[in-house]
């Protein structure tokens, strides 16, 4: 592995590491806490998990965590599933949300930007001010810890207002974007019973606006347990009958109330795509998720008060959770409210130019959008102020690496992640002080074992394996919602290797101790005994300009064969050919192995996607299989329903 790329695409300076605050953390605790001094990241690394209670003590002291009452000890029960936590500690994760108040009371905690692209400033003194009044409504409300409150809202300001003024109040928060349809939200909420909803009457997005009106309706009368409907007019509609108005509720000039809570009660619930079923409705603790977060997002990507945080992103999806955690270091944080590519590709960029972004996290699908569609960032926009580009979602190809690299800045640091749901965290990614190499992620994340592992369990380098986690995390979920013996949660992540977290995903973990993420192993590709990740097959397909987006997929055949179609979404104007078609195979053949050319090429209407823009190759699978539709799928999960049925008339014609 260390031989393909022997050079790194970039290496931070003497400076930025010394100013970095991994760096000054690892000082302090190699003085306070026996950490090791010298050694840098991967000796920090190798304590972290060796000495998981003294590290995560460490973490709580080097961000001053205020705990109302004093834990016992860091961790009670180290098994997982079921590890506890800092028991009798209490906190509450809103309160650490908002302490940047005292001190920058006029400074701008949030920017919202739409697709106007012009940046509005909400301060420090008036979320907290907001947050207050609205808290203090809720109990009015008779809004009690443990209470569910949902949001069915855009990336917009009050959608932060009405997070933290839940948690101050200690109950639960739970969100979807308003361009999931009624059914998709109701499989979500209707499993956790919300008290309050908080809605808009629509969005505009694409240059175009939608109106929600109708589906808020069916979601009032579907969700019988809501004692309270709360309108935020953001086309300008009359709130409807019996809802309460938005602006009523934040008008108090009120001190927030924070409610201190065990350090495992419950914060949010996050929902997998549920592309096969109901979503899992994930719960994570305001603890865990305060610790975790202030970790990543303090000493990972290095955000303090002078920093400014950009991550394209919707309510829907977890990387909205974790950019409003950006509050916790004091940091701005940047809420866009618009499609990702309007009225240009460029969109993006010109929003972090315009907020002055520090860090700037997107997806990979649209690092490689621009890169396909020449957009140049570095010609057309001032983008000086951004330190480093983030993307998820999936691996970031070896191209978009080096696009990033050409066409932003050569010093940038690139900081592809991987992480999950489930822990609304990352396993492995950024961190400032160590090169970065194309097409791998920096290095584990620190209090994070991450291995990757045979199928006996022995753990592998630079070999492909299962990715999975030896410790646990304090952001591993609480339980799932609904599961009252836990078997589900268990067997979503525990029952492969008792005891360790198998996250899903094929790894390798270099010799250099960097990684290499090979897409979902549920999905993979087993060609003569050889495993495979589709993430490499996209990545060398999509650089054809002629393809716009593929699909590939492995499926186990009733008689003991195995057939691999490859499906292609061709760019308007384009022909499936034979030249194409043989493009396509020596492509494969000559970047990848002979093993990885697929056995038939198929033109396809489009690539289907979950709510959250992942392509999804299981339902797919199961459908070739023959699984009738309403089985093999959510429909609610989907992006569009509509391109499923092409795989459905193919599975018909092959059977």
């Not at 002055?356 to 020449?374: F, I, N, P």
């Not at 290095?443 to 592992?453: C, I, K, V």
Request: hydrophobic share 40%.
């Amino acid at each position: 592995m260390s031989t393909v790329n022997p050079q790194p695409l970039w290496e931070p300076d003497p400076q930025r590491i010394a100013r970095s605050q991994v760096t000054k953390f690892q000082a302090w605790a190699a003085e306070n806490h026996g950490a090791p001094a010298e050694g840098g990241y991967a000796a920090l690394h190798r304590w972290s998990v060796d000495e998981l209670d003294t590290f995560w003590q460490a973490v709580t002291q080097w961000f001053d965590v205020r705990f109302s009452t004093p834990y016992a000890r860091v961790l009670a029960d180290r098994s997982m599933p079921g590890a506890q936590w800092f028991p009798g500690a209490t906190l509450n994760y809103a309160e650490h949300a908002l302490r940047a108040a005292a001190t920058r009371a006029d400074e701008p905690a949030l920017l919202h930007v739409d697709e106007s692209h012009e940046p509005r400033p909400v301060t420090w003194s008036e979320l907290r001010r907001q947050v207050g009044s609205l808290a203090a409504e809720l109990r009015a409300l008779g809004v009690r810890p443990g209470d569910r409150i949902s949001g069915y809202l855009p990336n917009i300001p009050q959608a932060v207002v009405a997070l933290l003024a839940t948690a101050a109040v200690g109950g639960v928060w739970t969100s979807c974007a308003p361009d999931f349809g009624a059914r998709s939200v109701l499989d979500r909420f209707q499993q956790v019973e919300p008290v309050v909803l908080f809605t808009v009457d629509g969005y505009r997005y694409g240059g175009k606006e939608h109106d929600r009106r109708d589906i808020v309706a069916e979601l009032r009368s579907e969700l019988p347990t809501l004692r309270a409907v709360v309108h935020i007019p953001l086309l300008g509609s009359e709130a409807p009958e019996g809802a309460l108005e938005w602006s009523a509720l934040t008008a108090a000039d009120e001190e927030p109330v924070f409610e201190q809570v065990p350090f495992d009660h419950p914060l949010w619930v996050l929902y997998s795509s549920g592309t096969t079923g109901l979503p899992k409705a994930i719960v994570q603790s305001q603890g865990g998720i305060l610790v975790e977060h202030l970790k990543q997002l303090g000493l990972h990507c290095d955000l303090g008060p002078e920093d400014r945080f950009f991550w394209y992103t919707s309510t829907g999806w977890m990387m909205w959770n974790f950019l409003v955690s950006g509050l916790l270091t004091g940091t701005t944080i940047v809420l866009y409210d618009g499609s990702p590519g309007y009225p240009d590709t460029g969109a993006q960029w010109r929003v972090a130019e315009r907020t002055e972004a520090t860090l700037y996290g997107t997806s990979a699908a649209y690092v490689m959008a621009c890169r396909k569609a020449d957009v140049r960032p570095s010609r057309d926009f001032d983008l000086s102020k951004v330190q480093c580009v983030a993307t998820t979602g999936s691996p970031l190809p070896p191209d978009g690496f080096r696009w990033l690299h050409d066409e932003v800045r050569d010093d940038l640091w690139i900081a592809s992640v991987s992480g999950g749901t489930d822990v609304c965290s990352c396993f492995a990614g950024a961190v400032p002080t160590v090169p970065v190499y194309v097409g791998e992620l920096q290095a584990p994340g620190l209090g994070t074992d991450l291995q990757s592992w045979d199928p006996s369990g022995e753990p592998l380098i630079d070999e492909v394996g299962e990715l999975v986690v030896t410790n646990p995390m304090p952001s591993m979920p609480i339980y799932f919602w609904n599961d009252p013996d836990g078997s589900r949660y268990h067997d979503s992540y525990f029952d492969t290797y008792p005891g360790v977290w198998r996250h899903g995903d094929w790894i390798t973990v270099t010799s250099r101790g960097s990684v290499v993420i090979h897409g979902r192993s549920d999905s993979t590709l087993n060609r003569q005994g050889v495993r495979m990740g589709s993430a490499d097959i996209y990545e060398a397909v999509e650089r054809l300009p002629e393809i716009k987006e593929s699909l590939v997929i492995g499926v186990e055949q009733p008689d003991g064969g195995y057939w691999m179609p490859l499906f292609v979404h061709l760019t308007p104007g384009t022909v499936l050919d034979e030249a194409l078609l043989n493009r396509i195979k020596q492509t494969i053949r000559e970047q990848l192995s002979p093993r990885h050319v697929p056995d038939e090429i198929i033109e396809v209407p489009g690539v289907p996607h979950t709510l959250t823009g992942k392509r999804i190759e299981v339902p797919v699978k199961r459908l070739l299989q023959g699984t009738p539709l309403e089985k093999a799928v959510n429909p609610g999960s989907i992006d569009n329903l509509d391109l499923l049925h092409f795989y459905e008339e193919l599975a018909r014609k092959r059977a």
